[in-house]
């Protein structure tokens, strides 16, 4: 018996590094996506191939992870025998279309994908928010990547065409419609990001010495004039904590605004959550700058990085009428750029 899965890519709107620290985040589910064909079998022998590495790779359930592309899917079968939805190994195939290392979480979506397959095969109830908890049980133990719970309900939860304003503190969400007269546009800069390579997790412990200087777990919940008002304190973690406070309430006022239909205001907060990522909270690269800038000069309604940080992709949020002229020449100002792909409510499901 074998099962086949889809979870799509996901782009965040806004909400950078909040999902860790007691803040909201505005993810939107993307066509591009990753599929999972599962076949059981018996012992712990797992055998991998994917289209997107070319061949094919062997492991074990007992493997430790070794840095590999194929990390998440052993990390995911370890998973499911531990939530008993599976009894051993498998073999998988694996296509997909969300380029790695553009912060488009093709890891959750790989490692959700899995544990829906499992879920299939062992006929389970278990839901799609405790399969995204248990992705992250993946990501932050097994693999080492210290990450909040934001892609895996994106991928887990949401719909091509849908954004979710999820409180990851409680895992309340609610869907938020799109702008039909503006598409959310996706911009691959040409430098890939990987988030074992040590700054995503450098970031994580710094906010983690805050909270200890703040005594709370919930850096975004903090007041920015208090933490402004604070004189002992490294300033280094006085900017990331900033960060973390005023760009939890840039995701507030921004599903307000795309509730009523600002979409000017929406792009302008899209601006300052670039401005505070690069400098507050330190994780954007110049090419990615450079990128954001000209998205917005030429005709965005505003633009940002998405994802974990240093490298990887912008979102812009542009007019459906002029996309395709501004993508042209955003394009040709930058030739390592590439379009991904472009998201708003005339592909949501009906």
């Known amino acids: 018996m074998s099962i086949t899965i889809t979870a799509p890519g996901r782009v965040n709107l806004i909400g950078e590094h909040t999902d860790y620290n007691g803040g909201w985040v505005l993810p939107a589910a993307l066509a591009v996506s990753l599929s999972v064909t599962l076949a059981p079998r018996s012992g712990d022998q797992i055998s991998v191939t994917a289209d997107v590495f070319g061949g094919q790779v062997r492991r074990r359930l007992n493997d430790a992870a070794a840095g590999h592309w194929s990390d998440p899917a ?14 051993g190994g498998a073999d998988l195939s694996i296509t997909s279309t969300i380029p790695a290392g553009s912060g488009l979480s093709s890891s959750a979506a790989l490692i959700v994908a899995i544990l829906k397959a499992a879920r299939g095969i062992a006929g389970s109830d278990i839901s799609d928010t405790a399969i995204a908890v248990a992705a992250r049980r993946v990501e932050n133990d097994y693999i080492g990547v210290p990450c909040g ?4 309900m994106a991928v887990a939860v949401a719909a091509p065409g849908e954004a979710m304003a999820l409180d990851t503190a409680t895992l309340d969400y609610r869907v938020v419609s799109l702008p039909r ?3 959310m546009a996706v911009i691959h800069s040409g430098h890939t990001r990987q988030l074992t390579d040590g700054r995503y997790a ?12 703040f005594a709370t777990n919930d850096l975004c919940q903090l007041i920015p004039e208090e933490i402004e008002a604070l004189v002992r304190i490294d300033p280094v973690l006085k900017r990331r904590t900033r960060h973390c406070a005023t760009e939890h309430r840039r995701v507030l006022a921004a599903v307000e605004a795309l509730e009523a239909g600002h979409i000017d205001g929406f792009g302008q907060l899209m601006i300052g959550s670039h401005a505070s990522m690069r400098d507050d909270f330190d994780i954007t690269i110049p090419p990615i700058d450079a990128l954001v800038s ?8 505003g633009a940002r990085m998405t994802g974990g940080g240093f490298g990887g992709c ?10 395709e002229e501004w993508q042209a020449q955003l394009l040709a100002a930058h030739p390592r750029a590439r379009f991904i792909d472009a998201v708003d409510a005339r592909i949501a499901p009906s």
């Open 181 to 183: 007269s503006h598409s």
């Open 202 to 213: 450098a970031r994580k412990e710094e906010c983690d010495a805050a909270k200890a200087v």
């Open 149 to 152: 719970i934001m892609d895996q």
């Open 294 to 301: 000209d998205a917005v000069q030429f005709g965005a309604a």
């Open 74 to 87: 052993v990390g995911a079968l370890r998973e499911a025998n531990t939530l008993g939805l599976l009894t």
């Open 314 to 323: 912008i979102v812009a949020c542009v007019e459906c009428g002029i996309r």
